[in-house]
């Protein structure tokens, strides 16, 4: 298999250092997707809306495709694809795009305090000029609950937007359902559905999407290309732009197109399409061997988020007593997440964890693995070790580990705290 293409400068029992296990952050580029993207920046480097010459009509056929790659891969039609810069300008184009178009119906948005912060930022923007947001709370096992839903909608509701999966803990909102609760109540549905795409099986129709957020760069593709779809029919969703200009993209977002990019983007959809099913058996498998490997050899150790509903690539585990920084750097060859979020200054446990009913602690202590199509099973075996020799060494030197082992309730002791 390929490298995965960070520097090559180790190789241990034929494994190349360092690892990269953060594919929710980011994905390598399929070799594939770079290679139809290459003659789109020199030879074939057209402005896709010149519409009085090849050079021009050459790229927008490039881009037309694409756009039938993306659709198909979510069930949609390639008209409803509009391109953005990637999700965090679709979710912003998705939310106010319809905050301002749907004014005059009503200002009243319904979200998941485990979004991204791409949504939950943009809905708090919103609360500043006047809109009101509910942020559904998770369960334990980081899914919103449906009755939550129905009971939060009300007369002025225009939006739900809720994620198709999560880029943490890795679970699968209920989209379907969401989906027949809003196209009931004639509430639009936006979901991002970033680290869904061409991982696990997406239909906007058997899912009642209006509006959906995807991204390039975490399917193989390049950074900086993302699209929206937005639904044509049934009912037709409008939106309001946020960029003015020369009206590309059905007028809902303007500004020159990244051809090659938007090419790649198209190319990582179209490989995503043929070899989803085999590849989410072979990231699955891959994924419960290092959870088996973890629980069966280290305890005060569990997964976060609901294994029933979970993308293949995903395993979010908390090593209580160990502090998640710590041992990030104790396994400093392989390249992971931490439950920790460096906010100005000081590192705050994530939210998402937080909001599963987490204590600061035990979110501090967990690391997210994000496991890719360029990983192998021999990576997963290196991982593994590494870890769990990791894990045993850092618990030797806790106190509160030593303490539990030796029966002590932590919960029971009065601890001597100078406050700060
Ligand atoms: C990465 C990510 C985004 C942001 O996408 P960009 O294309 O990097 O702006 C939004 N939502 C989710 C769930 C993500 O994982």
């Given at each position: 298999?390929?490298?995965?293409?960070?520097?090559?400068?180790?190789?241990?029992?034929?494994?190349?250092?360092?690892?990269?296990?953060?594919?929710?952050?980011?994905?390598?580029?399929?070799?594939?997707?770079?290679?139809?993207?290459?003659?789109?920046?020199?030879?074939?480097?057209?402005?896709?809306?010149?519409?009085?010459?090849?050079?021009?009509?050459?790229?927008?056929?490039?881009?037309?495709?694409?756009?039938?790659?993306?659709?198909k891969?979510?069930?949609?039609?390639?008209?409803?694809?509009?391109?953005?810069?990637?999700?965090?300008?679709?979710?912003?184009?998705?939310?106010?795009?319809?905050?301002?178009?749907?004014?005059?119906?009503?200002?009243?948005?319904?979200?998941?305090?485990?979004?991204?912060?791409?949504v939950?930022?943009?809905?708090?923007?919103?609360?500043?000029?006047?809109?009101?947001?509910t942020?559904?709370?998770?369960?334990?096992?980081?899914l919103?609950?449906?009755?939550?839903?129905?009971?939060?909608?009300?007369?002025?509701t225009?939006?739900?937007?809720?994620?198709?999966?999560?880029?943490?803990?890795?679970?699968?909102?209920?989209i379907?359902e969401?989906?027949?609760?809003?196209?009931?109540?004639?509430?639009?549905?936006?979901?991002?559905?970033?680290?869904?795409?061409?991982?696990?099986?997406?239909?906007v129709?058997?899912?009642?999407?209006?509006?959906?957020?995807?991204?390039?760069?975490?399917?193989?593709?390049?950074?900086?290309?993302?699209?929206l779809?937005?639904?044509?029919?049934?009912?037709?969703?409008q939106?309001?732009?946020?960029?003015?200009?020369?009206?590309?993209?059905?007028?809902?977002?303007?500004?020159?197109?990244?051809?090659p990019?938007?090419?790649g983007?198209?190319?990582?959809?179209?490989?995503?399409?043929?070899?989803m099913?085999?590849?989410?058996?072979?990231l699955?498998?891959?994924?419960?061997?290092?959870m088996?490997?973890?629980?069966?050899?280290?305890?005060?150790?569990?997964?976060?988020?609901?294994m029933e509903?979970?993308?293949?690539g995903?395993?979010?585990?908390?090593?209580?007593?160990?502090?998640?920084?710590?041992?990030?750097?104790?396994i400093?060859?392989?390249?992971?997440?931490?439950?920790?979020?460096?906010t100005?200054?000081?590192?705050?446990?994530?939210?998402?964890?937080k909001?599963?009913?987490l204590?600061?602690?035990?979110?501090?202590?967990?690391?997210?693995?994000?496991?890719?199509?360029?990983?192998?099973?021999?990576?997963?075996?290196?991982?593994?070790?590494?870890?769990?020799?990791?894990?045993k060494?850092?618990?030797?030197?806790?106190p509160?580990?030593?303490m539990?082992?030796?029966?002590?309730?932590?919960?029971?002791?009065?601890?001597?705290?100078?406050?700060?």
């Amino acid at each position: 298999m390929s490298t995965n293409g960070t520097n090559v400068n180790n190789d241990v029992n034929g494994v190349k250092l360092p690892i990269y296990l953060d594919n929710h952050a980011t994905t390598p580029m399929d070799p594939r997707v770079l290679e139809s993207m290459i003659p789109y920046f020199t030879g074939k480097f057209g402005n896709a809306a010149s519409r009085n010459h090849q050079f021009g009509w050459e790229a927008e056929a490039a881009v037309e495709k694409a756009r039938e790659q993306i659709a198909k891969l979510i069930g949609a039609t390639a008209k409803e694809i509009i391109f953005t810069s990637g999700a965090t300008e679709s979710n912003n184009l998705a939310i106010k795009g319809v905050a301002e178009m749907y004014k005059e119906k009503g200002n009243h948005i319904i979200t998941a305090v485990t979004e991204h912060k791409a949504v939950l930022d943009t809905c708090k923007r919103l609360e500043k000029y006047g809109y009101r947001v509910t942020y559904l709370p998770v369960g334990a096992d980081g899914l919103i609950n449906l009755e939550d839903l129905k009971r939060a909608i009300d007369d002025k509701t225009i939006l739900v937007t809720i994620m198709a999966a999560n880029n943490e803990i890795g679970v699968l909102q209920p989209i379907d359902e969401i989906g027949a609760i809003c196209k009931e109540k004639g509430i639009l549905f936006h979901s991002d559905a970033v680290q869904a795409l061409g991982k696990v099986p997406l239909d906007v129709n058997k899912s009642n999407i209006s509006i959906m957020s995807l991204t390039g760069h975490k399917l193989y593709g390049p950074k900086g290309v993302g699209a929206l779809y937005v639904r044509r029919k049934n009912p037709r969703v409008q939106l309001s732009a946020i960029l003015d200009g020369g009206g590309h993209e059905r007028g809902m977002r303007s500004g020159t197109l990244n051809v090659p990019g938007i090419v790649g983007f198209g190319k990582a959809a179209e490989i995503a399409m043929q070899e989803m099913p085999e590849e989410s058996k072979r990231l699955s498998a891959l994924r419960d061997r290092l959870m088996n490997k973890l629980l069966s050899n280290l305890d005060e150790t569990h997964v976060n988020g609901t294994m029933e509903r979970h993308l293949p690539g995903n395993l979010n585990i908390s090593f209580v007593y160990v502090e998640g920084e710590s041992l990030l750097m104790g396994i400093n060859d392989i390249a992971v997440s931490s439950g920790s979020a460096c906010t100005s200054a000081t590192l705050e446990p994530s939210y998402v964890l937080k909001a599963l009913g987490l204590g600061d602690d035990v979110a501090h202590s967990s690391i997210r693995f994000g496991i890719g199509r360029f990983n192998t099973e021999a990576e997963i075996d290196y991982v593994a070790d590494r870890i769990i020799d990791t894990v045993k060494k850092l618990r030797e030197l806790s106190p509160l580990y030593e303490m539990v082992k030796e029966g002590i309730d932590l919960s029971k002791i009065e601890w001597q705290t100078e406050g700060h």
